[in-house]
T-cell receptor
């Protein structure tokens, strides 16, 4: 079993839809949780960073962490065609610099 | 642009050749990371530097791979005797302070023929 599981999709939604992206993890030592967005042939771009259970909101994006269930989510409200990208979850343990990534979910938002 | 920069952006080489990539981190970021990403996968950690000291290395970093950060600024990643399985995107990231958020560069895409 991989430490971080993420459904690779692809996921296709109409413009304006609410998108839900999810990851599960098996390592209870993970303390820090991130979401990155990666456009084709580009480097990952940090979207959200959180370290506690609960919700964190930034504009149209909400990151949710449930440490008891080892489950994290990213919600995108009012999705736009420019949100079309691969979304990667990443996490790390306290005391380690190594980020462990999911496979990424490819999202397409159709106009 | 003051983000992480990587050079070259794309490298094509023949099997058995040596290649070297360069990463320039965000100015004054004292931590620098290398990751490798293959098609359809998330990035995988290779190694990390704090200033010039290499503090963590993945088992993925075989003896054909070597990374340096001689003056605690830019870093190089060398792959000796390249193999077709080395074909991937090599990503560099840097961080400094706070929660040590890692900011990635655009990557170097390596194709080994």
């Amino acid at each position: 079993q991989k430490e971080v599981e993420q459904d690779p999709g692809p996921l296709s939604v109409p413009e304006g839809a609410i998108v839900s992206l999810n990851c599960t993890y098996s390592n209870s030592a993970f303390q820090y949780f991130m979401w990155y967005r990666q456009y084709s042939r580009k480097g990952p771009e940090l979207l959200m960073y959180t370290y506690s259970s609960g919700n964190k909101e930034d504009g149209r994006f909400t990151a949710q962490v449930d440490k008891s269930s080892k489950y994290i989510s990213l919600f995108i409200r009012d999705s736009q065609p420019s949100d079309s990208a691969t979304y990667l979850c990443a996490m790390r343990q306290g005391g380690s610099e190594k980020l462990v990534f999911g496979k990424g979910t490819k999202l397409t938002v159709n106009p | 642009d003051t983000g992480v920069s990587q050079d070259p952006r794309h490298k094509i080489t023949k099997r058995g050749q040596n290649v070297t990539f360069r990463c320039d981190p965000i100015s004054e970021h004292n931590r620098l990371y290398w990751y490798r990403q293959t098609l359809g996968q998330g990035p995988e950690f290779l190694t990390y530097f704090q200033n010039e000291a290499q503090l963590e290395k993945s088992r993925l970093l075989s003896d054909r791979f070597s990374a340096e950060r001689p003056k605690g600024s830019f870093s190089t990643l060398e792959i000796q005797r390249t193999e077709q399985g080395d074909s991937a995107m090599y990503l560099c990231a840097s961080s400094s302070g706070g929660l040590w958020e890692q900011y990635f560069g655009p990557g170097t895409r390596l194709t080994v023929t």
